[in-house]
């Protein structure tokens, strides 16, 4: 099983690009995250979906979108890139009864 | 929202030794989850342990357990017989019973622990 696969691992940006983070799983799982982590800092919630076609947003959603077409998939997209978004990017999955699982991360730079 | 503190940026342990790490929390409800992750330098987080707020016992995974005071709002994580490989950063973490009208059972985590484990 490769669980919560997350693309890519690292990426720098400039300021004012855009990209978008893919997330996919292969566990069936309605419910899907992103959080971002911060040095020196919990992770915290940037937007969640409850299952395909409901998305919402979590505690830091500023600069941020995603899209919920299918069950398995869940991007992130940055639109203009800003310093402030230079973080750790996890993706997370969950399963009824189950706890997150979560993905390896991917590390953002942006210069 | 609920709040998750973690009031040991670092901590210490020798080889074979006991440490205990805290966390407490704010919650205003009686039902819920704590969870505590390890976050070696490979950045993946790894659940090490989990309880359910309605149960008493605490949860116990081989060397780790838990020492859950729920009137204090307190969960401590203990480790013992620390190996070289507990090294890591360790979170608290809360989620709410509630699913669809609370962030979709998401985690609210602390600041982290760093565990430095010593020869």
């Known amino acids: 099983n490769a669980g919560v696969t997350q693309t890519p691992k690292f990426r720098i940006l400039k300021i004012g690009q855009s990209m978008t983070l893919q997330c996919t799983q292969d566990?069936?799982?309605?419910?899907m995250y992103w959080y971002r982590q911060d040095p020196g800092m919990g992770l915290k919630l940037i937007y969640y979906?409850?299952?395909?076609?409901?998305?919402d947003k979590g505690e830091v959603p500023n600069g941020y979108n995603v899209s919920r077409s299918t069950t398995e998939d869940f991007p992130l997209r940055l639109e203009l890139a800003a310093p402030s978004q230079t973080s750790v990017y996890f993706c997370?999955?969950?399963?009824?009864?189950?706890?997150?699982?979560f993905g390896d991360g991917t590390r953002l730079s942006i210069l | 929202a609920q709040t998750v503190t973690q009031s040991q940026p670092e901590m210490s342990v020798q080889e074979a030794e006991t440490v205990t790490l805290s966390c407490t929390y704010d919650?205003?409800?009686?039902?819920?989850?704590l969870f505590w992750y390890k976050q070696p330098p490979s950045r993946q987080m790894i659940l090490v342990i989990r309880?359910?707020?309605?149960?008493?016992q605490n949860a116990t995974e081989n060397r780790f357990s838990v020492n859950f005071q729920k009137a204090a709002k307190s969960f401590s994580l203990k480790i013992s017989d620390s190996q070289l490989g507990d090294a890591a950063m360790y979170f608290c973490?809360?989620?709410?019973?509630?699913?669809?009208?609370?962030?979709?059972?998401?985690?609210?985590f602390g600041k982290g622990t760093s565990l430095l484990v010593t020869p």
């Open positions: 997370a999955s969950k399963g009824r009864n189950q706890p997150q699982h």
């Open positions: 566990m069936n799982h309605n419910y």
């Open positions: 979906s409850v299952g395909a076609g409901i998305t």
């Open positions: 919650t205003s409800e009686s039902d819920y989850y």
């Open positions: 309880q359910e707020a309605y149960k008493q």
């Open positions: 973490a809360y989620r709410s019973p509630t699913g669809i009208k609370d962030s979709g059972y998401a985690l609210n």
